[in-house]
């Protein structure tokens, strides 16, 4: 079985300024990991996502995350936030193998308030 | 391309009611899952289908049932509806192949019941 942890329920943010978003995982197998972001009153929608190669990924909207296999983290950046990106932000994973569908196991999410 | 559409948007049940709801796809996926959404937990699996015809339980089933009859569409019913399955529900879609495993997610259903 796997497990997320998303240590920060909330994190308060200047615009402009720089932010990072814990996610660390917990799996007997490997895993794929994903990170999605929830927009008020909307759906999730796929920010970016590792599957395997370069352990930097780049997601949508200038976001990107690295995966550390050593520390099971896949921790979310942003060099510089807007206000647009007001958000939840979901860690999810889904291991490798375990037949045809890709289970989402998600963490509890965090969310990002940016302000001026 | 509507993507994964969700019917209703909002519902409102007295306690034992019973509803569907429907989630429809036109992106030919061969995946479909339902999940909960509740303050502080995450969102939960509550059943999945991987192709017509076919549907196995996820994390959370109980007083649940689902049914895919084609394709595009898989039906979340809830026979007895009880307060604590008061949640935003969310569903679902994934295609077959090495994407698999990127879900494509519908705008929410948020149910209330009383």
């Known amino acids: 079985a796997q497990s997320v942890t998303q240590l920060d329920s909330q994190v308060p943010v200047f615009e402009e300024a720089p932010v990072e978003l814990r996610c660390n995982y917990s799996s007997s197998v490997s895993v794929y990991l994903f990170w999605y972001v929830q927009y008020p009153n909307q759906g999730l929608q796929l920010l970016l996502k590792y599957l395997s190669g370069s352990t930097l990924v780049k997601g949508i909207n200038g976001f990107e995350a690295e995966f550390n296999k050593s520390q099971t983290s896949f921790h979310l950046r942003k060099p510089s936030v807007h206000i647009s990106d007001t958000a939840e932000y979901f860690c999810?994973?889904?291991?490798?193998?375990?037949?045809?569908?890709?289970?989402?196991?998600f963490g509890t999410g965090t969310r990002l308030q940016v302000t001026l | 391309n509507a993507g994964v559409t969700q019917t209703p948007k909002f519902r409102v049940l007295k306690t034992g009611q019973s509803m569907t709801l429907l989630c429809a796809q036109d992106m030919n996926h061969e995946y479909m899952y339902w999940y909960r959404q509740d303050p502080g937990m995450g969102l939960r699996l509550i059943h999945y289908s991987v192709g017509e015809g076919t549907t196995a339980k996820g994390e959370v089933p109980d007083g649940y049932n689902v049914s895919r009859l084609k394709k595009q569409n898989f039906l979340l019913g809830l026979e007895s509806a009880a307060p604590s399955q008061t949640s935003v529900y969310f569903c679902?879609?994934?295609?077959?192949?090495?994407?698999?495993?990127?879900?494509?997610f519908g705008p929410g259903t948020r149910l209330t019941v009383t």
């Open positions: 679902a879609s994934s295609p077959g192949g090495t994407s698999r495993r990127e879900q494509y």
């Open positions: 999810a994973v889904t291991p490798f193998s375990g037949g045809t569908a890709s289970k989402l196991t």
